[in-house]
Nanobody, 123 residues
Framework: QLQLVESGGGLVQPGGSLRLSCIAS????????IAWFRQAPGEGREGVSC???????YYKDSVKGRFTISRDNAKNTVYLQVDNLKPEDTAVYYC?????????????????WGQGTQVTVSK
């Protein structure tokens, strides 16, 4: 059973950067497409970026040029580098996995979820 644990969130000022990590255990991460989702207070969960088994990345339009997803299969880890953060990026960020291709910046059905990491962008 694949398990995912996110880390790297925090409080940053507008324009700042963070690197979020999604560490997999219990199975090999390269069997899965991995996506990052976020959920702001009072909002639904949205996909922001997905990387497929071959390393091809997809992004939500509002984060293109600011977020970069990557995977290190040797470390069983997927990263999300988030740069030039804006207050509207404030949310809990989750990673999810599915043994299927990405559906744009998200997954068709998330088979495994992490517990989330909080990102707060504020002065």
């Amino acid at each position: 059973q694949l398990q995912l644990v996110e880390s790297g969130g925090g409080l940053v000022q507008p324009g700042g950067s963070l690197r979020l990590s999604c560490i997999a255990s219990g199975d090999t991460a390269d069997h899965y497409a991995i996506a990052w989702f976020r959920q702001a207070p009072g909002e639904g969960r949205e996909g922001v970026s997905c990387i497929n088994k071959r390393g091809i990345a997809y992004y939500k339009d509002s984060v293109k040029g600011r977020f970069t997803i990557s995977r290190d299969n040797a470390k069983n880890t997927v990263y999300l580098q988030v740069d030039n953060l804006k207050p509207e990026d404030t949310a809990v960020y989750y990673c999810g996995a599915e043994n299927a291709p990405c559906l744009g910046a998200r997954l068709r059905v998330v088979e495994h979820w992490g517990q989330g990491t909080q990102v707060t962008v504020s002065k």
